[in-house]
């Protein structure tokens, strides 16, 4: 008696032919047949009836699908159980980031081949929601890029600086505007593509109030979008120096930055954030370090 044979006798008890037991099965009738004639010897009873009108249950073999379904059960709480003293020591790492990925897969990669044993789980998610994620616990630790306003939504996570930065309009390297600082009237003049990221909104609202509507021609999408659209129609975007400068999108190369601090105040921290209870290991950490 073999698991197979098992599983083929709850499939045909729950369809009405081999026909179709055997379709959903992916074997061929004959394969089926056999497989539970031979169960049938075995158990020395017989589990089903055949005729033209179908395959139906014998009394016996009623009375044996339910032991049947108990030990399929019980053979794939088995095989789950041997998949987790595998991995037992294996550490599962789920990271949240705003924009930035690239530097984590290369420290991820670095760890792999150096024989360390890891699971990771990385999602990419505005700063805001990251927040919110890793205060769940849907997330264990997040990359988050936040003005002073914004640290004040952490609570009791806690943070861990790797770098400050700013709030920068970027421009393509042969705009004239790089050569001085920019005005106002020229500020109207720019068609802004923007991230989708609410800190990130929220400076761009402050900066329409004070100097008037800017013109937004993108708003959303993925970064990687709003770089290739911004590249091709000669456009500006609104992002934060470490979203450029640790990005792998070789378009970010293209555009160069224009500092609008006279204009708001543009300071941003780069940091992770985690619940206070949460154990950095020395490999979570790896994973962690900018270079």
Same mark, same amino acid.
């Given at each position: ?8 006798? @709850? @499939? ?34 017989? &589990? ?45 790492? %789920? ?72 709030? %920068? ?56 979008? @709003? ?10 975007? &609104?992002? %934060? ?22 204009? &708001? ?27």
């Amino acid at each position: 008696m073999i698991i197979e044979q098992i599983k083929y006798f @709850v @499939v045909l008890a729950n369809n009405k032919t081999i026909t179709t037991a055997a379709n959903q099965l992916h074997i061929s009738q004959a394969g089926l047949s056999k497989a539970i004639s031979l169960l049938e010897i075995e158990l020395g009873f017989s &589990l089903v009836q055949r005729s033209r009108q179908g395959t139906v249950l014998t009394k016996k073999g009623q009375a044996f699908l339910p032991l049947a379904k108990q030990f399929i059960s019980s053979y794939n709480q088995m095989i789950t159980g041997a998949q987790e003293i595998k991995t037992a020591n294996k550490e599962n790492i %789920r990271i949240a980031l705003a924009n930035t990925t690239s530097f984590i897969e290369q420290n991820f990669i670095n760890l792999q081949q150096s024989g360390v044993k890891l699971s990771l789980n990385m999602g990419e998610f505005p700063s805001s929601k990251i927040i919110t994620l890793v205060k769940n616990g849907q997330f264990d630790i997040g990359l988050v890029a936040i003005n002073r306003a914004a640290k004040k939504t952490l609570g009791n996570l806690k943070f861990k600086l790797i770098r400050k930065g700013s709030l %920068r309009i970027y421009v393509k390297k042969d705009n004239p505007l790089l050569q001085h600082l920019i005005s106002i009237k020229e500020l109207h003049k720019l068609n802004f593509f923007l991230f989708e990221d609410e800190y990130n909104d929220h400076l761009f609202d402050v900066l329409q109030s004070r100097i008037g509507p800017l013109n937004v021609i993108f708003h959303g999408g993925s970064n990687d979008a @709003v770089a290739k659209i911004a590249d091709q129609l000669n456009g500006a975007i &609104l992002a %934060r120096d470490f979203q450029i400068e640790l990005s792998d999108n070789p378009i970010f190369k293209k555009f160069l930055p224009i500092n609008i601090s006279p204009f &708001l105040d543009s300071h941003f921290e780069l940091g992770w954030i985690y619940r206070p209870n949460y154990h950095l290991s020395k490999n979570i950490i790896k994973l962690m370090t900018i270079k």
